[in-house]
């Protein structure tokens, strides 16, 4: 939902102030999705890097893409004249609001997910002294740290990347009970992402293959080529239909899946990639 209504507003600003020759750009990539943004491109929307803006930014509009950015960040734009196009997918705006309040409340927090994904640093930005943590290992490390602190422990509570995988964060709220029992757990996963993860589950234990459709740099979908795998199943993830492998012919059955940035032309393109590959 949020990938999709990025882009839709994107196409949208490219109709306007880029067509009369206004600048208009997007906060970092808007969608992992090469082709999406090659044609935003060809439409005059260009992608900022954060560590390099413009001096001047007045008569442009920027659009924050679905993962969000951090407040510091936003107002820095404004201040260089940049009208904000705010695209943040509502799950992670929720994810940030409920940062934000945690850590007002004096809450210590704990965050699930990648490090150096462009939601986590977005939520981290309202969230200052929060807790990253990737796995359980690392989770139980920085509990048992922040337990040996004081006798007077601070309330504590964890939440996660809006895509990040139900399995792992389950473990990684194992991991910090272990070390502080009253920790509360809030469920900050997208539901799209968790059933997407679980027909894939599904999926695979139906085919005898399975390829992934969507980029390379989305973490959401290597995360299902990670499960697939798991699964015991080749898989491939290919960005395009002329990236699927002729190897997955030698498959009775190959499933199909796709990363929720992917397109459905760019999914309809693979399939039948796949069926002509099954009927050659």
Excluded at 121 to 148: H, N, S, T
Aim: aromatic share 2%; glycine share 10%; hydrophobic share 40%.
């Amino acid at each position: 939902m949020g990938v999709r209504r990025a882009v839709e507003i994107a196409y949208r600003e490219a109709g306007g102030p880029a067509a009369s020759g206004g600048r208009v750009y997007t906060m970092g990539p808007l969608i992992h999705n090469p082709q999406v943004l090659e044609d935003l491109r060809r439409l005059g929307v260009d992608a900022l890097d954060g560590e390099n803006l413009p001096g001047d930014l007045s008569g442009s509009v920027v659009i924050i893409r679905a993962h969000g950015i951090t407040p510091g960040l936003e107002a820095e734009l404004v201040r260089r004249g940049a009208a904000i196009r705010d695209a943040t997918c509502p799950k992670v705006k929720a994810s940030q609001m409920k940062a934000r309040s945690l850590c007002r409340a004096g809450c210590r927090l704990f965050l699930a997910g990648e490090r150096r994904h462009g939601e986590v640093i977005g939520i981290q930005g309202y969230a200052p002294d929060c807790v990253i943590v990737a796995g359980r290992e690392e989770a139980e490390r920085e509990a048992a740290a922040l337990a040996r602190e004081s006798a007077a422990l601070p309330k504590t509570a964890l939440i996660a990347q809006t895509t990040f995988s139900p399995e792992e964060y389950r473990a990684i709220a194992g991991g910090i009970a272990l070390h502080l029992p009253g920790t509360d757990i809030i469920n900050t996963i997208c539901p799209a992402t968790r059933d997407r993860q679980e027909s894939l589950r599904s999926l695979c234990s139906r085919v005898d293959a399975v390829v992934i459709a969507g980029g390379r740099d989305s973490a959401n979908t290597r995360r299902l080529l990670a499960i697939a795998e798991s699964c015991g199943r080749p898989a491939w993830l290919v960005e395009n239909a002329a990236a699927v492998p002729r190897e997955a012919a030698a498959f009775p059955l190959v499933g199909l899946s796709a990363g929720a940035s992917t397109p459905g032309d760019l999914i309809d393109s693979v399939e039948a990639a796949l069926r002509r590959l099954a009927s050659d």
